[in-house]
């Protein structure tokens, strides 16, 4: 099982990244899929879910009406579509695969929003 997070980098406030994150080793179709985030001293929080099949996601607070989860089971992919960055979305960015046989995590991609 392999997850590759990509995407992520330094971006001014109020700007944008899109985050992917290529899937590999396990049925894609058959797992939710989600993005978490984990700031310096922080602990790690859910920032998005998305259903099997895509038509169920959930935001956090913090982050709705900015991000957009979608994914793409003929590519294996998951995104996360991240508008109007903030100082504060500062953290590294993990997708994860949950589903039957268990729960996956890839090695996360590091997003800094700053002037």
């Known amino acids: 099982v392999q997850l590759v997070e990509s995407g992520g980098g330094l971006v001014q406030p109020g700007g944008s990244l899109r985050l992917s994150c290529a899937a590999s080793?396990?049925?894609?179709?058959?797992?939710?899929m989600s993005w978490h985030r984990q700031a310096p001293g922080k602990e790690r929080e859910l920032v998005a879910s998305i259903s099997p099949t895509g038509s169920n996601s959930h935001y956090a607070d913090s982050v709705k009406g900015r991000f957009t989860i979608s994914r793409d089971n003929a590519r294996n992919t998951v995104y996360l579509q991240m508008n109007m960055l903030k100082p504060e979305d500062t953290a590294v960015y993990y997708c994860?695969?949950?589903?039957?046989?268990?729960?996956?995590w890839g090695q996360g991609t590091p997003v800094t929003v700053s002037s």
């Open positions: 994860k695969a949950w589903g039957g046989t268990g729960n996956y």
């Open positions: 080793g396990f049925t894609f179709s058959s797992y939710g």
